[in-house]
Nanobody
Framework: QLQLVESGGGLAQPGGSLRLSCAAS????????IGWFRQAPGKEREGVSC????????YYADSVKGRFTISRDIAKNTLYLQMNSLKPEDTAVYYC???????????????????WGQGTQVTVSS
């Protein structure tokens, strides 16, 4: 059974950092495109970052470019999102999602992903 479990969310001050984890089970995430998404109250879900299978392609939304870093630990079958210089507008529930793809690109369109984690809350506030 394919499963994704996010962790690492919490409360951070503006300018602070958090590292989110997305632990995968039931499949090898190295061969899936993986995306990080977020949804703030009253807003649509937004693609934040993604990494293609075998890590050949990485994408960041303009809103997080230069502040967030996506990475993987293949041995642990885990994806990470390092979030630095956090802003109040980063407050949202963060989700990871996975999709098997034949190509070596990734997408930040949520409808292109079939497998989703349960989400982890990130709150940035002083």
């Amino acid at each position: 059974q394919l499963q994704l479990v996010e962790s690492g969310g919490g409360l951070a001050q503006p300018g602070g950092s958090l590292r989110l984890s997305c632990a995968a089970s039931g499949f090898n995430l190295e061969y899936y495109a993986i995306g990080w998404f977020r949804q703030a109250p009253g807003k649509e879900r937004e693609g934040v970052s993604c990494i293609s299978k075998v890590g050949s392609s990485i994408y960041y939304a303009d809103s997080v470019k230069g502040r967030f870093t996506i990475s993987r630990d293949i041995a642990k079958n885990t994806l990470y999102l390092q979030m630095n210089s956090l802003k109040p507008e980063d407050t949202a529930v963060y989700y990871c999602a996975a999709e098997p793809r034949r190509d070596y690109v990734c997408s930040t369109l949520d409808y292109e992903y079939h497998y989703w984690g349960q989400g982890t809350q990130v709150t940035v506030s002083s």
